[in-house]
């Protein structure tokens, strides 16, 4: 089977860009769905939640991950290694490649464990109240930052890399594998940035809003434990730091919309978020 390599390289930038003043309270799932956090996040552009997985799930979320990386899921080929590791992968051993993979996708086919997860209630039922209608599954990954290394994703609004109209209602779903910290890369958002509506994005070190339109602006970070999620709207600016820490980094990240949304045309999508987003990936 062919190997994947991320488009992006990645690259350094600058200190402060990632600058949190807070790190976001986290509610109970019964508090999730209360009219009170419907408002949250309408608000702030995001909700997080303690105890989206429980210990079982949890446990079988990191096995489901080691085994679509390791190669124990048959047919499945979503797995996405760094671009810097093309011209080694061959001679590196399975641990090395295991820290090279940049991130998996569209597994829920092919991984019952992971699927009876981003398609159980307990997310669903969150989903549709912050959105307040039906909702379907429409992207699965799971996203990776191996420990002293594991590269930054650049600040970004996902509706940029989605064909869908721009009032489609998009929610998406980050949850901790491995505690997440500020330390080794947990997520940051721009505050109630999702009411800017959409912001102009470059090739730079990935498919990113520009650095200068960040810098300065000081951020809300989300620890979490493992199992913790956090909701957030498709055109909320987040992005996640590079992990420089001894720990490693893995998430769960799943994005529902509209039950009734019908895609666009790419060429909609660049007219609104910039031309240089062609073939981008999340």
């Known amino acids: ?14 200190d402060g860009l990632y600058d949190p003043e807070s790190s976001a309270p986290r509610v109970d799932i019964a508090t999730a769905l209360t009219a009170a956090s419907r408002q949250h996040y309408r608000e702030h552009g995001w909700l997080s939640v303690e105890s989206l997985l429980d210990a079982d799930e949890l446990s079988a979320a990191k096995a489901a991950i080691d085994d679509l990386i390791e190669g124990r899921v048959p047919v499945f080929s979503g797995v996405s290694y760094e671009k810097g590791y093309k011209d080694i992968i061959d001679t590196m051993t399975a641990a090395e490649r295991y820290d090279a993979v940049r991130k998996l996708y569209d597994f829920v086919p092919y991984e019952e464990r992971l699927a009876s997860i981003a398609l159980g209630e307990r997310i669903g039922a969150i989903a549709r109240h912050l959105l307040e209608r039906d909702v379907r599954l429409f992207q699965d990954m799971a996203l990776l930052k191996p420990p002293r290394g594991g590269r930054e994703k650049p600040w970004h609004q996902d509706h940029a890399f989605f064909d869908y109209p721009l009032g489609t209602r998009i929610v998406g779903v980050w949850i901790a594998v491995d505690e997440a910290t500020i330390a080794n890369g947990c997520m940051q958002v721009l505050d109630g940035g999702h009411k800017l509506g959409p912001i102009h994005h470059f090739r730079r070190r990935d498919w990113q809003i520009c650095d200068t339109d960040v810098a300065g602006r000081r951020s809300v970070a989300f620890p979490l434990r493992p199992g913790d ?8 600016p987040h992005g996640t730091p590079s992990n420089n820490s001894a720990q490693r980094r893995r998430a769960l990240q799943f994005h529902y919309m509209d039950q009734g949304a019908q895609p666009s045309e790419e060429a909609e999508r660049l007219a609104i978020f910039g031309g240089e987003g062609a073939g981008a990936t999340c």
């Open 1 to 14: 089977m062919m190997l994947q390599f991320d488009q992006e390289q990645g690259g350094t930038y600058q």
């Open 229 to 236: 999620g956090m909701f957030f709207d498709g055109l909320l």
